[in-house]
């Protein structure tokens, strides 16, 4: 049964009130190839115990930290094969670092880590040690996105002309950092997110959409973000112009003070011949206009997709897939990625799951939004 | 452990080439409380070893037919916990009477039998031997079909007064039975399917949901059947008009030849102050609409829902959940029935949970639509 | 300039409270090439007068009432060339028959009369006077109607197999008829209206969509009419069952407590390659579904529109047109008739334009519909 | 008869191939109380003769130019009431300037003028002068843009944080200018247009719907313009971020090469506790979104909505008014203007119609947007 048997995976993150890591676990297991079998869940060690409780993992699989976990799960014969980080930022690079250096590949949260200079030195970990690191840009996983993609790499849209992506959620309209929401609290604290607020946790988000489905390059970018909600310590609210590689321009606009919005992420390509529109809260339809015949609705699973489309749908059209299924799809092309780590060393990672490279380009991102807005002025990449 | 172990499942059907074995697998997993053990997938050995080699269960538990399943589990210490039924409807009977028998609950797909005697026969053996008997009617399961429900039985539209229902698929289009598509060949085979082809198929789910939701109960309707593609061996096209037990009326409207269509299931209940529209399309929005106020969009996981709308979602909102997340309510309320089930026999299961009760009525529509449409008259339900 | 002048029309009705009189009077001079110069506004003398001054028409063509009308302007030089009936559907018959009778062409709103022995009547009317008689089903005046249209009797969607013809609005969900609403006043009274209320004042127009647009014939049906608010008169709540002249079969619903809609008319129809779905509400919209393609939306004045669509709008794409602009559709063929008739009498319609068919056919669907209803069961056509 | 009278219009441009001048005529005369009596339709007197003729006017009130039309009509008894001016920008100044100093009120096709300069210029003449001054930013005159005027400058929404507008259109993703499509020729031609091509053409629209629904000025802008379609004399694209006089911050796009775009209006606007989204091309219905309960739409005509909204509307719910209804509504509103003037001189233009001081701001808008996209930088207002 070994050739057979599931990846074992161990999470670092996603104790009590947590909402990425239970989202993680069900994403992982939902193809049936992983399974979660140890967790470092929480700081604290009751919590974590209680966390892993809770995933009806064995009792003594639920760490007190990171480090107890790697030191332990090394040495087990039945050990996990790859660490899931889904803890806040300022926890990825460590997590990250002590996870690839003692020989397990790494799923992580993003964004990536803290800042630009971390991103960098988490670039060098992942060429050293030659495993496996992924990135969990949700939105990618989905099939419509990989239509999309499809569409744009495959010129069908002719040149490349102009980009709108939007990403608009209003859950943060009012200091709830201020009351004990704990999604909110560390998100807003400085200390744990790192610099970047809405541009960090959505921001990056509809950059990477932006460049993943295109395939082009963000090359300058002239940002505004600002801090709407009085005494929050980072900011809520982000606007910018881009510049693209191929002499395209976009807007790209982030919010998390956009009030009733839900999690409104969007992404608009227009070519010379046609465009593409798709948004996260109707997934799995992508609309595709053209200047001269009538606009078009591709569903999911429909078999007049692409083959990137087809190849990660489950069900028949119109049995909607959601978020769990798209972040599942990621999980299954990393499963990939392990299993192909049996026969050569080091297995790339396959071409649609985001990894190492996204992760410097987003964490770049950050530092370059962050730092045109500061000097209220365009900069280059 | 063994209080928070998961409770184990043997599946009977979902071999190679099944649509909804592995969904009913993923359903069952998605919130970590179940997980497939065993399973007879097959008629065939060959394929249900295949099949448990896909899935990763144990090659011992990959047995060759389900009594062979029933008699082997009951004697293992580890033995599975209840029986999930997923072959086509002609399995449906055998399978339930002999894993109710043993002493296994079952979970069954719809519908419940293959005609309304076996459904007579059927609740009288799950009356008698006090297990819990629960039937995936998967659209039950919508955090938004819970709201609708609650705005109905809350009396917040006033009195019910119209229901249209349709459930309108189009990949019957063509005779692709003939083919060697295997869900349509058993679908349109009268020895594998029973009586009614579209009304048994999908007529039966849009049935179903309106009395759900409603709380209302069909007392006579008018049915036409129709075989519309040639050489169809059962209808592929079923229209009816209804009468409920307040007065109301209603229409409904299921067919597998719209073509074009996906799996457009949708509801609306036009009551004295106010009105729903839930499609499964689009499941994570719930129009009301008014009679002098503006029409609403309710979102799943929003705050001002009701509580039993609230508490089938696992994400927050804008996140989209789909079709196997509200398959998996349906299992979690299982596992729910289980859990109760150690304290007390036999234990009900829950209210939103169908079961029995919806299977007998569900097999009963099927039963009086067929010779409705014979007689070409109304006919008491 | 005689040969460039504008059409004079006399309107029968619209008085003070009309909602369609004045419709008829913007729709009909839209397009430059009609005026309103003469009418018989109301019963009351000097309501007709307060509503010629408000449509600022000559005061001495504000007529008591029609006959004077007809009496006084068939001797006038600059006379009316045609009358426009908008009254209650009473007057409809002896209105148009004066009118006929005098030599002037009618454009008359729907229903077209009050019964269908009426129908009958006004039919041979019609024959014998060789004027134009048109039967303002404004719905047919929209540019996808007329795409609709085109795409049904081109046979691209093949052969039609199931249509779904539904108008759906909320305004009578209360006995506001008792509370001196003039517009549910007169409907729902027989002696103003007629038989059949809502079947009567929309049903109509969803059965004449249906035909129109698809060019088939209802050979039978099966229809429930019900008064659903207490103490009304009539019936305000119509379904039928429908079957079709080519073996297709048809729901029609219609319904005026449907608490929340506005005027919701809409269309589908089910073919064996395609399909077809229009909305009154989205006019400048249609929905193809194909079997094995993308889900078209073909927009109003797009390039790719059949000729039928292209020659009826005013604006380019993205510049909505909404009702006003489809019941002038109707007016302008109208006049294209007038014109015509200055070249040949008798002077066909446009085959586009509804006529003295099209009024006898859905007085027959009245009939039909009442009559099937009081039967409970299925009546020839 | 005197006093009810219909107002008599002149225009000056609207000839053959014109898309606008048309629509002048339809919108004024579609509630009765204006008339097309006189015209210079055309620079060549042909021209203006043909579309004279096709306008059904006196065909000596056809005139061949606005001098001659303005010379004429000021002797003539029954006189033209007011100019509309329906002519390329670079005619809109001295046509205003000749009609205002004539004695003639003016109603102007937007943008106001060629450039700023211009526009200042205007507004002297139009102070001097004491007759009204009208500008057709027809979108103004859509019901629920009147809605979402009233909730925002209601405070309903709480402090104004964030705006996005959008004006999107794909018409112009080819060079057509070169084809001979009038329509291109001269809105890409500095001398007709002026500086300033998409941003002046349809930038300006989504600049004036922004302060004309928010109550909000425009401080500051930074703005990309682009020439994207090679060859291209002007601007077809261009977005600006944007700062408000309240702090709230905006982002424009305005596009005329975003392939399959019709005619893409759409206003955003962020309050504290509630947001509002209106589209042009699905204008009958406003989206108001809240912190903390459903989502809403409220429908044209519908008794919920403010009385700006209800005044403006002609048909009942469910009756789709478009384009040319909205124009209308402006036309109506300077007929109050005109009716008004009778007993005051200088009467005030209703608060709602744009006036003078909307065609000085709109003026500023493309003057700074096109020098700060020259300077590449913010740019106070």
Redesign the interface.
């Known amino acids: 049964?070994a050739e057979?048997?599931?990846w074992r995976m161990g999470m670092v993150g996603g104790g009590p009130g947590a909402?990425i890591g239970?989202?993680h676990?069900?994403a992982a297991?939902?193809?049936?190839?992983m399974e979660l079998v140890a967790g470092a869940f929480s700081q604290s060690s009751e919590k974590s115990r209680l966390a892993g409780?809770a995933?009806?993992i064995?009792?003594a699989r639920a760490y007190a930290n990171y480090n107890e976990m790697i030191a332990a799960e090394r040495i087990r014969k039945d050990a996990i094969d790859f660490v899931v980080i889904a803890t806040p930022n300022n926890m990825h690079l460590p997590v990250a670092k002590a996870a690839l250096e003692a020989g397990f590949p790494v799923m992580s949260d993003k964004r990536a880590t803290m800042n630009y200079s971390e991103a960098e030195e988490l670039e060098k970990i992942v060429a050293k040690c030659g495993l496996a690191y992924g990135l969990t840009h949700t939105y990618a996983g989905y099939a419509l996105v990989r239509e999309a993609r499809h569409l744009c790499r495959s010129d069908q849209?002719?040149t490349i002309?102009?980009i709108?992506v939007?990403y608009l959620?209003?859950?943060l309209?009012?200091p709830i950092e201020t009351t004990g929401q704990k999604q909110a609290a560390w998100r807003s604290d400085p200390k744990f997110n790192g610099p970047g607020g809405c541009i960090g946790d959505i921001g990056v988000h509809a950059f990477h959409l932006l460049e993943y489905v295109t395939g082009l390059r963000v090359t300058s970018l002239?940002a505004?973000l600002?801090t709407?909600v009085p005494g929050r310590r980072l900011d809520d609210?982000c606007?910018a112009?881009l510049r693209l590689d191929n002499g395209a321009?976009g807007?790209l606009?982030a919010?998390q003070?956009?009030?009733?919005?839900?999690?409104?992420l969007r992404l608009r390509v227009?070519?010379?011949?046609?465009?593409i529109d798709w948004k996260?809260?109707?997934?799995?339809r992508l609309r595709?206009?053209?200047?001269?015949?009538?606009?078009?609705?591709?569903?999911a699973a429909?078999?007049?997709l692409g083959a990137d489309a087809r190849a990660v749908t489950?069900?028949?059209?119109?049995?909607?897939?959601?978020?769990?299924?798209a972040f599942a799809v990621l999980y299954r092309e990393f499963a990939d990625a392990l299993d192909a780590s049996r026969n050569s060393k080091p297995s790339p990672l396959p071409p649609t799951l985001p990894g190492i490279e996204a992760a410097v380009r987003g964490m770049r991102f950050i530092d370059r939004g962050i730092e045109s807005s500061r000097r209220?002025?365009?900069l280059d990449f």
């Open positions: 049964m057979n048997r599931k909402f239970p989202v676990k069900m297991e939902l193809d049936g190839r409780q995933f009806r064995d009792p849209l002719g002309r102009k709108a939007e959620q209003g859950w309209s009012q002239n505004v600002r709407v609210d606007s112009m321009e807007m606009m919010s003070i956009a009030t009733g919005e839900g999690n409104g227009y070519g010379e011949h046609g465009s996260q809260e109707d997934p799995n595709v206009k053209w200047a001269d015949r009538p606009e078009e609705i591709r569903h429909a078999g007049y489950r069900l028949p059209g119109g049995h909607p897939e959601g978020y769990i299924e209220k002025n365009w």
